[in-house]
């Protein structure tokens, strides 16, 4: 059994900073890919960043910039540093981890709240 727990989510004024931290626990095996995404109130879920074993990342166009993945392999978790905050950003954050060799299974976290208001 995997389990993911996240942290960081909370109450921020717009243009300020927030570090998500989401840590991977029990039979996990090869962590792949590592990922954030976000919900919106009425919107579907989307892909925020992902960061690949290697360390390749990639970012949605609407926070290049201003948020940075990045991962501690020896922690099994994966970070989520988001600048300059603005409203839209406002959502429940998920992370995901991409687990295996030859049979690749995904587990998701369970969410953290990320609101962006003054």
């Known amino acids: 059994q995997v389990q993911l727990v996240e942290s960081g989510g909370g109450l921020v004024q717009p243009g300020g900073s927030l570090r998500l931290a989401c840590a991977a626990s029990g039979r996990i095996g090869r962590i792949n890919d590592m990922a954030w995404y976000r919900q919106a109130p009425g919107k579907q879920r989307e892909l925020v960043a992902v960061?690949?074993?290697?360390?390749?990342?990639n970012y949605v166009d609407s926070v290049k910039g201003r948020v940075t993945i990045s991962r501690d392999n020896a922690k099994n978790t994966v970070y989520l540093q988001m600048n300059s905050l603005k409203p839209e950003d406002t959502a429940v954050y998920y992370c995901?981890?991409?687990?295996?060799?030859?049979?690749?299974?995904?587990?998701w976290g369970q969410g953290t709240q990320v609101t962006v208001s003054s």
């Open positions: 960061i690949t074993r290697g360390g390749t990342t």
């Open positions: 995901k981890i991409i687990v295996g060799i030859y049979s690749l299974s995904e587990y």
